[in-house]
């Protein structure tokens, strides 16, 4: 399994954290939301994270 989080979102990616997810990547400036108010892009990072079966300690 796999989640991708925003990285200042602190509760977004403490979740996944504590359910044994092992973050696999940080990816900079990665999602692009519009323009600002000086017409320059907006681009923000993205945490991924991964999950699995043997990382369940089954």
Not at 22 to 46: C, M, N, S
Request: glycine fraction near 6%; include cysteine; proline fraction near 5%.
């Amino acid at each position: 399994m796999e989640a991708y989080c925003h990285p200042d979102n602190v509760n977004s990616w403490h979740l996944p954290e504590r359910l044994g997810f092992k973050r696999e990547a940080h990816l900079r400036r990665d999602i692009w939301f519009g323009k600002d108010e000086a017409d320059a892009p907006i681009w923000q990072d993205t945490y991924i994270y991964g999950l699995l079966e043997e990382d369940l300690g089954k």
